[in-house]
């Protein structure tokens, strides 16, 4: 499927559900572009490195990022933005199959499908936390920037 095809299946998987996490009106379009231009860096990166791992890293990092400069602009929270967005890389498959294996009696397939969904979700993790900490740190160094300088102008 072609990079267009596949940027628009995930625009519309986006605002289904920021229909359903009941996100407001206003933010649906701008989520959606976030989410599909996630899966994009994702499908990119993965068709560039063939890791699956690293590709959903850079692409939770992108939409986190994105979502996060949103949030300021629109004044919304970060989350309106991340949580559609995010969704389209949360691994349903894994999380199926893991289950599927261990009904089977498979324990082997189990235990594999389950790691893989684990580094997968804990992939999806790092990428919010280290760029919702990236941002979080930047506002604070603006604010300590002009703090910082007061005493040489005589003011406490």
Do not use: C, H
């Not at 572009?33 to 692409?59: C, E, H, P, Q, R």
């Amino acid at each position: 499927m072609s990079y267009l095809l596949q940027f628009i299946a995930a625009i519309m998987s986006t605002v289904g559900f920021a229909i359903v996490f009941s996100a407001p009106i206003k933010t649906l379009l701008v989520s959606a572009i976030n989410g599909g231009m996630g899966w994009i860096v994702f499908k990119f990166v993965i068709d560039s490195t063939g890791s699956k791992y690293i590709a959903v890293f850079l692409s939770a990092l992108s939409i986190t990022f994105v979502s996060e400069m949103l949030a300021k602009r629109l004044r919304y929270p970060a989350s309106v933005f991340i949580i559609p967005g995010i969704i389209n890389l949360v691994p349903g498959e894994g999380i199926y199959n893991t289950m599927s294996y261990f009904v089977n009696n498979q324990s082997e397939l189990a235990i594999a499908s389950f790691y893989s969904t684990i580094v997968v979700a804990g992939s999806i993790s790092f990428g919010v936390l280290l760029a919702s900490s990236f941002s979080t740190s930047l506002k604070s160094f603006r604010t300590r920037s002009v703090n910082r300088t007061n005493y040489l102008k005589g003011k406490k």
